[in-house]
């Protein structure tokens, strides 16, 4: 089993930044991507970004492309999600997943994943 905390949710105004964290724990070892999903209120739950836990190849969702960068420290267990030029549709639960999947196949949706933690809401006004 792997444990996965969020941090680093909020209000900031549109515009503005904010840097979410997740912890690991547990068997991380046996992780082989980590990502972000994010779940507005009435919506499904969407991609975000992924990483691969080895070699750090990075995935985006068309919207997170230029303004968020994911970034992981294999030493700490711990995954971020730097979100920069945030807008008002932002605003959503934000939340961390992980896979055992260890494959050059990019790793981006919710059936790919097998763990997740309990969500860090931000909120973005205008």
């Known amino acids: 089993q792997v444990q996965l905390v969020e941090s680093g949710g909020g209000l900031v105004q549109a515009g503005g930044s904010l840097r979410l964290s997740c912890a690991a724990s547990?068997?991380?070892?046996?992780?082989?991507?980590m990502a972000w999903f994010r779940q507005a209120p009435g919506k499904e739950r969407d991609f975000v970004s992924s990483?691969?836990?080895?070699?750090?190849?990075?995935y985006y969702a068309d919207f997170a492309k230029g303004r968020f960068t994911i970034s992981r420290d294999n030493a700490k267990n711990t995954l971020d999600l730097q979100m920069n030029s945030l807008k008002p549709e932002d605003t959503a639960v934000y939340y961390c997943?992980?896979?055992?999947?260890?494959?050059?196949?990019?790793?981006?949706?919710?059936?790919?994943?097998?763990?997740w933690g309990k969500g860090t809401l931000v909120t973005v006004s205008s």
């Open positions: 547990g068997r991380t070892f046996s992780m082989g991507s």
């Open positions: 990483i691969k836990w080895i070699g750090g190849r990075k």
């Open positions: 997943a992980a896979s055992r999947k260890n494959t050059d196949v990019p790793v981006t949706t919710r059936d790919d994943m097998d763990y």
